[in-house]
């Protein structure tokens, strides 16, 4: 009798199960990248260069006396790169503008493992200094791009998301050939 109940039971809970599970693997967010295609900037600033088409132009509410300051906002990625552009003067040189460029990547090592800063000359022959920071940073690419004489721009990548830092790596890299673009067609405005 025991043995028939057990069978019962077993063969009960056998047909209760229709359905076969698996564990399902980790997933991973699908980022479908447009091609880059770029576009030239229009407006009456101090500087001209060429940005991505995916991008939108939008003035700087942040310090709206500084009209010369805009984002570039990527609506797709939540991404927007800041970019602060100031003369240089007797007031703010070279070097004061530069350290200040510095000293804004250097805030970021407390969370970074990693700031890898590299030194180039575009072709219209301004250096450029561009600083790539590992780790979960609010941004993960910081640029400036002078003529040392009297212009200097700076720019910085954010996003607005909660996505870690891996999970944004292929965008990160999207836009940082935007931003490696936008640096090598930069002028600068006498």
């Known amino acids: 009798m025991k043995r028939m109940v057990l069978a019962g039971i077993f063969l009960i809970a056998l047909m209760g199960c229709e359905e076969n599970y698996l564990p399902k693997p980790p997933g991973y967010n699908r ?7 770029y576009q030239p900037l229009s407006g009456d600033y ?3 260069f060429d940005f991505s088409s995916h991008s939108k132009v ?25 970019l602060t552009y100031k003369p240089i003067t007797q007031a703010q040189d070279f070097r004061t503008l530069s350290t200040d460029a510095f ?17 180039l000359v575009t072709p219209n022959g301004y250096t450029g200094v561009v600083a790539e920071l590992q780790g979960e940073v609010p941004t993960q690419f910081q640029f400036f791009v002078t003529d040392s004489t009297e212009h200097f721009l700076r720019g910085a990548l954010y996003f607005n998301t909660a996505m870690k830092n891996d ?21 600068f405005r006498d």
């Open 103 to 119: 000293k804004l990547t250097a805030k970021h090592q407390i969370k970074a493992y990693g700031i890898e800063e590299s030194v």
């Open 167 to 187: 999970s944004l790596a292929p965008v990160i890299e999207y836009i940082k050939v935007d931003m490696a673009h936008l640096m090598n067609s930069m002028k």
């Open 31 to 37: 980022i479908d990248l447009p091609n880059h295609s």
């Open 58 to 82: 939008e003035p700087d509410s942040f310090n709206l006396a500084e009209k010369n300051w805009i984002n570039l906002s990527y609506p797709n990625f939540g991404a927007k790169v800041h």
């Open 46 to 48: 101090p500087y001209q």
